[in-house]
């Protein structure tokens, strides 16, 4: 796949939202897919590989925020879940899992000698379920379905003799939901296609499917004539938790008469963890069932209620994928595109090539510095890894050392012919031309209006693009001037009454936007959408952070300070904004938009305390929460967890080691508390 544009990004996303969405319910709610699960993983890695690199063109209808497919049209009973059914995050490299363990210990700041236990068993590749006991008697059973809403199939789970009708053994808790994976054996699913087959009728794609066809059924008797299994490996809402650790309460219910994984381990390091994996990736061909991966998970319960979730999975847990194929091909040609903020982004071109069941043909080589790396010229013959990473990259280069000239990098815009530079200590390669750009103008003016941005309905890609031609539009500005050219967009082919006038009443919607979308829209660097919000929370308003920008233009080292005691916001934040509006044009384009929009001001939605709208600042090494922890905390309360003490500073925390903000507190006669008094005060808020 080549590198593409932040205009074909936020296309591609909105393909591969809608195709994700149509094969979710192809596969999760019809039992009857179109696709392979490794051509549905390649989408969803993808949409993940896209959203990585561009987090701030995120849908809200995004795959990645979803857990399995709505429950639609069915004949089995909807059942809303007490308890959210959540999804994993992926990892697929020995790198993947180091930094998941490092991240565990850095946000619940674990000192480097106390040890991490975590479990690991293999990942099943089955069909979700809940199923509820109350006194230990079933009382339901649920599919995940979207992670909110399932379907009712306890009269076909009851047929599935892994799955007791009532627990046995040990104290059992008034009610506890047991979550696992039905599934069906690679042999019983040979036999039921068999037999299939002999019928005449529809074969099943593969276990999984055939798992999930066979219970979703409304006939319970057809489930029943169906080899399905079932292995737990969690639990949802309960009454009690029979262990303080993930290990100890899934011996519980193997223990209550519920199959889980014979593999699960409880591991104590790294290596180990990474053994046990190797050790199930060997074992894989030979087990009854398909897996495609290794689950971990932090074993301790209370760390685990600490680390919470983000998004849709647990931050306490991820599955360590099988990794996927590389193939060998030849390097054609090395082409570089210009992407909205100047970047020039150099593309592979390839022989096309096979790789884990998906043709490719377009490689992306990152940069100046990758290529150089990799010393990679066309001509060269290269291997190419698709992996998780969805756009496919070049690991290994098995030409570099034929004696050809090494490829050189282009000083200059191969768009507009403008110097092209690299800032100092950056490897990113930019044009330095700007608006007078075409790359770069009209995917400005597109990332203005984009759903993340402005979110203006009917200005696409295409529509820009002719708009600029025509000369209706050439800054951001004149978007909401097109009223005044209403008759000329109806002259032209394609524009009809109706469709203009909803044009430009999407327009004029936008005119009181929302003030962190307005500055996100500007397309300033290192302002992504998270920092233009963390802006106009901390200044109050767009033209405030405006103020502010001129200010840092005029080199004012107080606007330095201010910018960067904002919690995670740096020097490079502070200088891009005065940079920004250092440019004449782009003071002028903020003041020309200012004039014909009006961005509301910031509403924050923290609960009202005595510390609303006050400012924190942490100090010292924290040693009962991590500074993540902390930040949350302040949040909750209304505050704003700054960076750096000012006048401005209302309390700081202090744990062990506090050093020159505590003596800059003192001077500045800052209240300072130290960690048992700021959960004192957590508590009484």
Same mark, same amino acid.
């Given at each position: 796949?080549?590198?593409?544009?932040?205009?074909?990004?936020?296309?591609?996303?909105?393909?591969?939202?809608?195709?994700?969405?149509?094969?979710?319910?192809?596969?999760?709610?019809?039992?009857?897919?179109?696709?392979?699960?490794?051509?549905?993983?390649?989408?969803?890695?993808?949409?993940?590989?896209?959203?990585?690199?561009?987090?701030?063109?995120?849908?809200?209808?995004?795959?990645?925020?979803?857990?399995?497919?709505?429950?639609?049209?069915?004949?089995?009973?909807?059942?809303?879940?007490?308890?959210?059914?959540?999804?994993?995050?992926?990892?697929?490299?020995?790198?993947?899992?180091?930094?998941?363990?490092?991240?565990?210990?850095?946000?619940?700041?674990?000192?480097?000698?106390?040890?991490?236990?975590?479990?690991?068993?293999?990942?099943?590749?089955?069909?979700?379920?809940?199923?509820?006991?109350?006194?230990?008697?079933?009382?339901?059973?649920?599919?995940?379905?979207?992670?909110?809403?399932?379907?009712?199939?306890?009269?076909?789970?009851?047929?599935?003799?892994?799955?007791?009708?009532?627990?046995?053994?040990?104290?059992?808790?008034?009610?506890?939901?047991?979550?696992?994976?039905?599934?069906?054996?690679?042999?019983?699913?040979?036999?039921?296609?068999?037999?299939?087959?002999?019928?005449?009728?529809?074969?099943?794609?593969?276990?999984?499917?055939?798992?999930?066809?066979?219970?979703?059924?409304?006939?319970?008797?057809?489930?029943?004539?169906?080899?399905?299994?079932?292995?737990?490996?969690?639990?949802?809402?309960?009454?009690?938790?029979?262990?303080?650790?993930?290990?100890?309460?899934?011996?519980?219910?193997?223990?209550?008469?519920?199959?889980?994984?014979?593999?699960?381990?409880?591991?104590?390091?790294?290596?180990?963890?990474?053994?046990?994996?190797?050790?199930?990736?060997?074992?894989?061909?030979?087990?009854?069932?398909?897996?495609? $991966?290794?689950?971990?998970?932090?074993?301790?319960?209370?760390?685990?209620?600490?680390?919470?979730?983000?998004?849709?999975?647990?931050?306490?847990?991820?599955?360590?994928?099988?990794?996927?194929?590389?193939?060998?091909?030849?390097?054609?040609?090395?082409?570089?595109?210009?992407?909205?903020?100047?970047?020039?982004?150099?593309?592979?071109?390839?022989?096309?090539?096979?790789?884990?069941?998906?043709?490719?043909?377009?490689?992306?080589?990152?940069?100046?510095?990758?290529?150089?790396?990799?010393?990679?010229?066309?001509?060269?013959?290269?291997?190419?890894?698709?992996?998780?990473?969805?756009?496919?990259?070049?690991?290994?280069?098995?030409?570099?050392?034929?004696?050809?000239?090494?490829?050189?990098?282009?000083?200059?815009?191969?768009?507009?012919?403008?110097?092209?530079?690299?800032?100092?200590?950056?490897?990113?390669?930019?044009?330095?031309?700007?608006?007078?750009? $075409?790359?770069?103008?009209?995917?400005?003016?597109?990332?203005?209006?984009?759903?993340?941005?402005?979110?203006?309905?009917?200005?696409?890609?295409?529509?820009?693009?002719?708009?600029?031609?025509?000369?209706?539009?050439?800054?951001?500005?004149?978007?909401?001037?097109?009223?005044?050219?209403?008759?000329?967009?109806?002259?032209?082919?394609?524009?009809?009454?109706?469709?203009?006038?909803?044009?430009?009443?999407?327009?004029?919607?936008?005119?009181?936007?929302?003030?962190?979308?307005?500055?996100?829209?500007?397309?300033?660097?290192?302002?992504?959408?998270?920092?233009?919000?963390?802006?106009?929370?901390?200044?109050?308003?767009?033209?405030?952070?405006?103020?502010?920008?001129?200010?840092?233009?005029?080199?004012?080292?107080?606007?330095?300070?201010?910018?960067?005691?904002?919690? $995670?916001?740096?020097?490079?934040?502070?200088?891009?904004?005065?940079?920004?509006?250092?440019?004449?044009?782009?003071?002028?384009?903020?003041?020309?938009?200012?004039?014909?929009?009006?961005?509301?001001?910031?509403?924050?939605?923290?609960?009202?305390?005595?510390?609303?709208?006050?400012?924190?600042?942490?100090?010292?090494?924290?040693?009962?929460?991590?500074?993540?922890?902390?930040?949350?905390?302040?949040?909750?309360?209304?505050?704003?967890?700054?960076?750096?003490?000012?006048?401005?500073?209302?309390?700081?925390?202090?744990?062990?080691?506090?050093?020159?903000?505590?003596?800059?507190?003192?001077?500045? $006669?800052?209240?300072?508390?130290?960690?048992?008094?700021?959960?004192?005060?957590?508590?009484?808020?």
């Amino acid at each position: 796949m080549a590198v593409l544009t932040e205009a074909e990004v936020a296309i591609e996303l909105q393909r591969l939202a809608k195709k994700i969405a149509h094969h979710n319910r192809r596969y999760h709610a019809e039992d009857s897919p179109e696709i392979s699960d490794a051509d549905y993983d390649a989408l969803v890695r993808r949409n993940n590989e896209l959203e990585a690199a561009f987090p701030h063109l995120i849908r809200a209808d995004s795959p990645s925020r979803m857990v399995g497919a709505a429950v639609e049209a069915s004949p089995l009973m909807k059942v809303r879940h007490e308890q959210r059914m959540m999804s994993l995050d992926n990892g697929f490299s020995d790198e993947d899992i180091a930094e998941f363990v490092a991240r565990v210990r850095r946000y619940l700041a674990l000192p480097e000698g106390e040890m991490l236990a975590l479990t690991a068993e293999d990942k099943i590749d089955g069909l979700s379920l809940s199923l509820r006991y109350q006194d230990g008697v079933l009382v339901r059973a649920a599919t995940r379905g979207d992670g909110e809403v399932g379907e009712d199939v306890t009269a076909n789970v009851r047929m599935i003799g892994d799955i007791p009708q009532r627990l046995e053994g040990g104290i059992i808790p008034a009610v506890f939901e047991i979550r696992g994976e039905v599934y069906m054996s690679k042999q019983d699913f040979t036999a039921l296609n068999a037999a299939q087959a002999e019928r005449e009728e529809k074969l099943f794609a593969n276990p999984r499917n055939a798992a999930a066809g066979s219970l979703r059924q409304k006939d319970a008797k057809v489930t029943a004539a169906r080899p399905l299994r079932f292995l737990a490996h969690g639990w949802g809402v309960a009454s009690e938790v029979p262990g303080d650790t993930q290990h100890a309460v899934v011996q519980a219910i193997a223990g209550w008469g519920v199959p889980v994984s014979p593999l699960l381990r409880r591991l104590e390091s790294l290596e180990e963890l990474l053994a046990h994996y190797r050790s199930i990736e060997a074992q894989r061909a030979d087990l009854p069932y398909d897996i495609d $991966g290794v689950v971990y998970k932090v074993d301790r319960l209370d760390w685990q209620a600490r680390l919470g979730f983000v998004a849709k999975a647990p931050r306490w847990a991820l599955a360590h994928k099988f990794p996927a194929e590389r193939a060998e091909t030849t390097l054609q040609a090395i082409d570089i595109q210009v992407g909205r903020t100047g970047k020039l982004t150099p593309v592979g071109r390839l022989t096309p090539v096979t790789v884990g069941g998906v043709v490719v043909s377009n490689v992306t080589l990152h940069n100046r510095d990758e290529i150089a790396r990799l010393g990679v010229r066309p001509g060269d013959r290269v291997v190419v890894q698709r992996a998780g990473d969805v756009i496919p990259q070049v690991v290994e280069n098995l030409t570099r050392d034929e004696p050809r000239e090494p490829y050189a990098f282009p000083d200059h815009c191969p768009v507009c012919a403008s110097e092209a530079v690299a800032e100092e200590g950056e490897v990113d390669v930019r044009c330095t031309g700007g608006l007078i750009c $075409g790359a770069q103008k009209l995917e400005r003016l597109r990332h203005f209006v984009s759903r993340a941005a402005l979110d203006i309905d009917g200005l696409g890609e295409r529509t820009i693009a002719e708009f600029l031609e025509a000369g209706l539009i050439d800054r951001p500005g004149d978007i909401f001037r097109l009223k005044q050219h209403r008759a000329a967009i109806l002259a032209r082919e394609g524009w009809q009454e109706k469709s203009v006038d909803n044009l430009l009443a999407s327009i004029e919607a936008r005119r009181g936007a929302d003030p962190g979308r307005f500055l996100f829209a500007l397309g300033i660097r290192h302002v992504g959408s998270v920092t233009a919000k963390d802006l106009v929370k901390a200044f109050g308003s767009a033209e405030a952070v405006g103020a502010i920008g001129h200010r840092l233009a005029a080199g004012e080292v107080e606007a330095v300070a201010e910018v960067t005691s904002i919690d $995670g916001i740096g020097p490079a934040v502070a200088e891009a904004l005065g940079d920004f509006f250092h440019e004449p044009h782009n003071a002028e384009l903020f003041d020309d938009l200012i004039a014909e929009v009006r961005p509301a001001a910031f509403v924050s939605t923290a609960r009202e305390t005595e510390w609303s709208g006050k400012t924190i600042v942490f100090t010292g090494k924290l040693e009962t929460m991590s500074r993540d922890e902390a930040k949350a905390q302040a949040e909750r309360l209304g505050a704003k967890a700054a960076g750096s003490i000012s006048a401005k500073t209302d309390l700081l925390v202090a744990g062990p080691g506090a050093g020159s903000k505590l003596k800059k507190a003192a001077e500045l $006669g800052v209240r300072v508390v130290d960690e048992a008094e700021w959960a004192d005060i957590m508590r009484s808020a």
